[in-house]
């Protein structure tokens, strides 16, 4: 959430007026496409190669003196295209896990523990469609059906920070509150907080679970009120008050301003450990190794949770806690920050395995998805709490930090979990490659870049950089074509002016025009009317199969594995060699096929084939066509077809068809297979 100081009553008020005011701004036409002093294109192929053309409009380009951070931003956004899923009709939604998992829900591979992460992210891209069908299919088809707890109504309003589209934020404010009413089934109403068991709060075996085990167990159990899900329904509650202000609901908005008021002043009275300089469970369960309302005996990484939505005061006394993620002994390790302090008794003991690998526990090891999160709230301290235990070099260290996991020596790869010590993933399975459980690209874009996302017709710049002297400081960046209300704004910092010869210090350009500089680090406000923004296009892909049973049915040469099959059609593309996706013809004859039957015929015109190649075993094909089916006879359809590539987009159109069935027939180069990704046809 990008509330600026909204922990404060009298700052939530200024934010809910200004989120008012933006009715009567009046709406202006996009401007011009900005000017560029990065080589896009070229960026581009360099980062992404023949999938170079999803990425060039849709993404915002960011280069720095940084190397390492600039590989796992463009990363990041190979693993956000890897994860949108389409569903045809239903809309893009993104995942988890590339693949499937057995608690996903059927048939769409969703899960709703990530999601405020994904909408983090997909916010900042120019292509509005992607969060805006996946905030469709959370509400309007159940996708958010409380597997987990969620942020999600906070990050709907933190996507509108970004995008200023009214409409949008308010469409499903209804199941908001539906929703968040649920959740009263998880609310003591003697102690007027949430509780949730910690696996049903995506951590499972944390210090709660396992100690109400008896320190036999932990993957089950361990209720507890926790600072995670109070500060969650705090977020939620404060951006309902918000949308509710915009939609003309002021009783509304009193009653959640009111509600998430209680959870600040509940969560700081009784989860603040006075004993530990932190926040921390309490149980909610009594049995014979727990009682009811004790709290747990020791520091988790959790409790940072509160700042990550601006809960705590802007007061020393919580501020303290922040020392905790500084020192060896206690949650700074090595290779990044422990989930529990070394001192806790069942520290790294792992419980539950698969096969031979270890599997997942919060007891120690390091989270992506909680160093995101702590990440995210030392991001607002530095910008608008008085503190001084955290310093803008301390953001850059554990940033570096996180970026570094993202290495499998050479090799770009975010897993689930890492070793503390080491730095090496623990989890290891096929499930765990290329993993969408955090966020990265919005902490560049709003820590490093330094954009806080405000309801106002102002546009707010406060790079966390350190100044020239400092250990290993930042030097040079310049980042592209961000969206934000309705414009394109480019955000360039110098140390020196020698990288671009545009000045020394920080520039702010708005649609390619210089709107504001300062020679030396600053926080920046510039007046921004805000404008309309592109409408979203919605091609509807005709040969998704999300149903494995009825149509569109498949049929292959060869290779004719069901599994397999699906995959080719499922909605999903990735290019990654750690993951098998796709079908693939199982002998060496030249010529092969692959067909769908829809049941009824389809007007199409156009399709999408993505090939995977590793250099190796596989490779594009030398040739191909598309075929429909006349009668007992495949016809070739008269298509200008693109020279077949692979790990890219292969673009076929023809004049509008009526067909029922479709077949790709392909041309295998000597001595390798054709791997099929994905064909989609439109």
Partial sequence: MTFRKTACAGSFVRAMLAALLVTAAPAVQAAPKATSHLDLDAIARQRFGNDAAWYRDRIPFFQSSDPRLDQVYYYRWQIVRAHQRDLGKIGYI?????????????????????????????????????AADYIDYMYDQGGNNRHFTDYMADSVWSRYLVDGDQTAVLAHVPAMRTLYDAWFDHFDWSKNLYWV?????????????????????GFRGGEAFRPSVNAYMFANARALSAMTALSGDAKASADYAARASAIKQRVQESLWNPQFQHFTDRYQVTN?????????????????????????????????????????????????????????EHYMRQYRYEGISRECQWNGPIWPFQTTQVLAGMANLLDHYNQSVVTRADFLRLLRQYAQMHFQGNRLDLEEDYDPATGKPIVGLVRSHHYFHSGFNDLILTGVVGIRPRADDVLEINPLLTAPGTDAPIRWFRAERIPYHGHLVSVTYDVDGRRFGQGVGLRVEVDGREARRSAKLARLTIPLPRAENAPIARAINRAVQVDRTGFPKLTASSGDNPEAMHDAVDGRTWFFPELSNGWSPTTTAAEQWFAINFGQPQTLNRAELAFFSDGKQFAAPTGYRLQIRRGETWQDLPAQADVPVANGITHVTWSPTAAGQVRLVVVQPTGRSVRLVELKLF
């Fill in 94 to 130: 993104t995942t988890e896990f590339a693949d499937d998992v057995s608690w996903q829900r059927e048939p769409y591979a969703s899960l709703n523990d990530a999601t405020g992460f994904h909408l983090n992210e997909l916010r900042w891209l120019n292509d509005r469609r992607f």
């Fill in 197 to 217: 068991e910690p696996l049903l709060d995506a951590t499972e075996y944390t210090i709660s679970s396992i100690d109400a085990s008896g320190g036999k167990d």
């Fill in 288 to 344: 014979t190794h727990v009682k009811y309302w004790n709290s747990i005996r020791g520091r988790e990484l959790v409790g940072y949770v509160p700042w990550t939505f601006d809960l705590p005061d802007d007061d020393a006394r919580y501020s303290a806690a922040w020392t905790h993620i500084l020192k060896p002994d206690e949650l700074a390790g090595p290779a990044g920050l422990r989930t529990v302090e070394p001192s806790y």
